[in-house]
């Protein structure tokens, strides 16, 4: 049975990365932890790698799809050094979950059993699941018109999926509509997804002018990739 790699993309996290980190090398299956750091400027590196992750680093901001990317290319470049049963199953974690990414194991059980191809959270205290709920309503209704469907957290960063599922996703959309995205991409492909309720929580959002611009950008980013997905 494959084993899996944990993706974490990465914006000056230093506070929070190591104890991530930390906390997913413990997960069932997990042999690799991949740290794709998008541009930081504080010890997120550093600390990820003392904490004993895999790094990969840019110089500037790329978005959070680009360093989704990035991190499973570098997942797949270990692949190829460290073969095993075939290329890892890909969990996607963000960067704040602190010790609760250590209670990921329910998304990654049903991609290693086979009974889906992609796993995506759904966090039981619904009130940590992050995002503005403008963005999040603009998700669930531009999915749901897309797809017919939609998740109970469209936004979600916590995922678990095949390669073959992750490829086929590809190209992946930019910045913050990369998971609006693949929802609907996949269910096109006929890949079969599930919502797996899960005891996880990251830091909330906060109201200042700096977290308003973050909701500005995440409503772009959601509404440039349904935009070429809704009819």
Not at 20 to 44: F, R, W
Not at 133 to 143: D, E, K, N, Q, W
Not at 193 to 199: A, L, P, W
Request: charged content about 20%; some cysteine; hydrophobic content about 45%.
């Amino acid at each position: 049975m494959p084993q899996v790699a944990v993706v974490i993309p990465a914006y000056n996290e230093a506070e929070r990365i190591g104890e991530t980190v930390t906390a997913a090398l413990t997960l069932p299956g997990v042999d690799v932890v991949v740290v794709a750091s998008d541009g930081s400027t504080d010890a997120t590196v550093r600390v990820a790698r003392a904490a004993g992750a895999t790094v990969w680093r840019t110089a500037r901001n790329q978005g959070k799809g680009t360093a989704m990317l990035a991190g499973a290319e570098a997942v797949r470049a270990i692949d190829r050094r460290r073969p095993g049963d075939g290329p890892r199953h890909l969990l996607f974690l963000d960067a704040d979950l602190e010790a609760t990414a250590a209670n990921a194991g329910p998304l990654i059980e049903p991609i290693a059993g086979g009974a889906a191809d992609l796993a995506i959270a759904a966090f039981a205290n619904r009130g940590k699941a992050g995002g503005h709920g403008f963005v999040i309503r603009l998700s669930t209704a531009g999915t749901r018109r897309a797809i017919g469907w939609a998740p109970a957290q469209p936004l979600n960063g916590q995922r678990c999926l095949t390669r073959t599922a992750f490829d086929a996703a590809r190209p992946l959309a930019g910045g913050f509509g990369v998971e609006t995205a693949m929802t609907i991409d996949l269910q096109r492909k006929g890949m079969r997804i599930i919502e797996v309720e899960v005891d996880m929580a990251h830091r909330a959002t906060g109201t200042d002018l700096g977290s308003q611009l973050l909701r500005s950008g995440q409503c772009v980013d959601v509404a440039r990739a349904l935009a070429t997905r809704v009819a």
